[in-house]
């Protein structure tokens, strides 16, 4: 199928505008939100987005081999003249596209109040033991789900997210529920934008999907795969962010352990981030 736009453009014409956009919004968001809640501090502000540099690296190595599994299996394919270079079964716009997504989403979560205190919980072990049961359920389903062809692709990708919000819910389940406002509303804006992207994607025949791999239901117009792929990987990166941030603060604490811990170990480095401050 020959289309009348590529992926490259694709990318020109739907990614580099939203991140634009989020990029020259971005500060007068965050300047409300010093003003009534959680201020975002110059030194904050560069820490977050290491952590999103962290979690993209981590999103390319995980979701790499997977994304080329399902390309070599024909869950889907690309159309005619759409895509400049393959490396390994997909296309570079792929993985720009992995490389993307991360930084769309963390834009927009920079324009909420995402606070560095980590909350209190009455129950903390048995909320984790509830969310890693949720994990494994999920996980379960997604290896039942692979058995057939209708359902392998939904399989594929429950089965693939699952150890990562099993990690995540690990560190912070209760965490994370206490900032679930905060949560759905980091994964929701961009999980609708791309749903809304990726059927324009899909009807321009930019990218294909098997019939024989997938269930053949459809949510306003967009495979039910597609819509749940970027549920969870929107939540992948909310979820890292919102832990990250207070987990950060923790260790750079001077009145807490990790804090002093944490400094004690850059000073055998020689670094003194206290002698840095005072001058």
Known sequence: MTTTLTYLQFHLAF??????????????????????????????????WIGVAIITVAAVVYTTPWDNLLIARGVWWYGDGTTIATVGHAPIEEYLFILVQPWLTALWLSHLSVPTTWPESERPVASRVVALALAAGIGLLGWRLLALDATFYLGAILAWAAPVVALQWAVGAPQLWARRRLVAAGTLLPTLYLCTVDRIAIELGIWVLSEQYTTGLYLLGLPVEEATFFVVTNLFVVQGLVLYRPVVAELLSADSVPGTAWRRRLRTLGIDIDADAEQ
Do not use: D, Q
């Open 15 to 48: 990614l580099l505008p939203a991140v634009m956009l989020l990029v020259a919004t971005g500060a007068v968001s965050r300047a409300r939100i010093g003003e009534s809640a959680t201020p975002w501090s110059s030194g904050g502000l560069r820490r977050y």
